[in-house]
């Protein structure tokens, strides 16, 4: 990305107003587009899209290749005929506008969908079948998997019957006998997901709206991907892991985070030429634009801990592939646009492997003048940005900006006013001269929380690391992305030559 400068918000697609519960591939995903052209913004990062698990965390997803359910719009089924709007409006997805009740949603979603399946008459559509064909790499694993687990009540695959937890043929051809109907409202639902989210990303790349996604390091243990091929991780004879992953401790938590996710066998990826990882990234490049690599660092070196520990305390650095898998990927894929989140503890062969694969790393402004960031607070402050990075207020794993300010110490308050030079400002005054400080940035990416924008406190923050109940819930409201806002972020956008300056088509067709 040498010399380019552009800008772009933070929001996820479960944060999108939506009438039946939670953002999705609906009309409101269309207006947001429109909104970012109309605002001068050229990238729209989102948080991972793959079906989630207990917790609701993208980050700990069913499946690394599939979609979401929760994002398929019911508004185009019922265009299509397969749902009426009675039907829809009759289900109980919550009441608060700016909140997503996931409870409320699985209880309902689901009997909709498979009423949409149901109607659809779908193995007779030729291009359900030739999705089918083109994704046969994960598809009959993922949608055997999720059939099954319903058969035996949601449990982890980690406790089913021996023959089909441990994948013996016999059990196999069983199971896709008996749950032939459910594997295909299974592949009905990825099919429909794919459908409609190909014409949501076309209409983003009309506008000049590049879609930046993210991808988790690890898979769930409880995920297809594991299930499916349990050689690639660290797995035992019965398919326990025997060690999984997570963060040391450092200022943030005491105890660090255990995450839980399996480890890979790397020797194993390098034998297969990282055949795995080849296909996920490729996947990943047909359904973005950009693809941001969480926990960069773990290439590097990764945390391991023993599986059943309790906290992260007792665990222990381990090699990652480190360029090898990078100088695989950009010979088989070719040249891609990839972001390395390399936030957290750094050390010089971290920066090193950032360093040589030639991918922008992140800066993100709060942990500048944070004293519980790790020892790098001065690679943050933006006098010391390269263009070859992209530049936050906060991520998505962040307080909001206005949280962070009023959370901080008064000597670091201090030192955020002293940077900015403004002793005057009230705290949102301060925070709108952040937003300004990393648009001037060299960074050649600036990407903002949309939360940051509309000035909002914690009660907007997307996740809190290593709590559960409360994260990955808030909404964006019908007009919270004013007109007024829109026109202020053209002229930031504008004044520091980050403008999205694509022709719009609709316009031209008007001419």
């Excluded at 989210?197 to 898979?219: C, E, Q, S, T």
Aim: with cysteine; glycine share 8%.
């Amino acid at each position: 990305m040498e010399n380019q400068r552009e800008c772009g918000v933070l929001l996820p697609i479960s944060s999108l107003p939506s009438k039946y519960g939670i953002g999705c591939f609906s009309k409101s995903a269309y207006e947001f587009v429109d909104q970012l052209k109309a605002a001068g913004q050229g990238c729209w990062q989102i948080l991972p899209l793959g079906p989630t698990s207990y917790g609701d965390s993208p980050y700990q997803s069913f499946s690394t290749f599939a979609g979401n359910p929760y994002f398929i719009s019911l508004e185009d089924l019922i265009e299509e005929g397969v749902l009426t709007e009675k039907e829809c409006d009759a289900v109980d997805f919550g009441s608060r506008e700016d909140d997503v009740d996931y409870e409320k949603i699985y209880k309902g979603r689901y009997k909709l969908l498979r009423k949409a399946y149901e109607r659809s008459d779908i193995s007779k559509n030729p291009d359900f079948v030739r999705f089918q064909q083109e994704q046969a790499h994960w598809l009959g694993d993922y949608a055997l998997f999720m059939a099954v687990k319903d058969r035996f009540a949601g449990i982890p695959w980690t406790e089913w019957a021996e023959d089909i937890r441990l994948r013996w043929n016999n059990a196999l051809d069983y199971y896709r006998k008996e749950l032939y109907f459910e594997i295909e409202f299974q592949e009905y639902m990825q099919f429909k997901f794919y459908e409609q989210w190909a014409k949501l990303k076309a209409y983003a790349n009309r506008r000049g709206i590049r879609i930046i996604g993210d991808i988790p390091i690890y898979v769930a243990m409880d995920s297809a991907d594991t299930w499916a091929n349990p050689g690639l991780f660290k797995l035992d004879e019965n398919n326990e892991p025997t060690q999984v992953a997570g963060c040391p401790p450092d200022g943030f938590s005491a105890t660090g985070q255990l995450w839980g996710n399996p480890l890979y066998r790397w020797d194993v990826h390098k034998n297969t030429g990282f055949e795995w990882w080849i296909k996920r990234l490729a996947h990943c490049f047909n359904m973005y634009d950009v693809v941001r690599i969480d926990h960069f660092r773990g290439f590097d070196e990764y945390y391991a801990i023993p599986y059943g520990d309790k906290d992260a305390k007792r665990g222990w650095w381990e090699k990652g592939p480190g360029m090898d898998l990078f100088r695989t990927v950009s010979y088989r894929l070719g040249h891609k646009d990839i972001i390395a989140e390399d936030l957290g503890f750094m050390t010089d062969s971290v920066k090193r492997l950032v360093e040589e694969s030639g991918y922008p790393n992140m800066k993100v402004i709060e942990f500048a003048f944070d004293e519980r960031d790790t020892g790098n607070a001065s690679d943050y402050l933006p006098h010391n940005y390269t263009n070859n990075c992209v530049v936050y207020t906060g991520t998505h794993d962040n307080e909001t900006l206005l949280g962070w300010y009023g959370d901080i110490t008064p000597e670091e308050r201090h030192m955020v006013r002293e940077y900015l030079w403004n002793f005057h400002d009230d705290e949102k005054g301060i925070c709108r001269n952040m937003i300004r400080l990393v648009m001037g940035s060299a960074a050649g990416r600036c990407i903002i929380p949309i939360q940051d924008y509309l000035q909002l406190d914690n009660s907007a923050r997307i996740n809190q690391p290593s709590t559960l109940g409360t994260n990955w819930k808030w909404r964006l409201k019908e007009g919270q992305f004013s007109k007024e806002l829109q026109k202020e972020m053209l002229t930031l956008a504008t004044r520091f030559g980050r403008k999205n300056w694509t022709p719009d088509p609709l316009e031209e067709k008007m001419e």
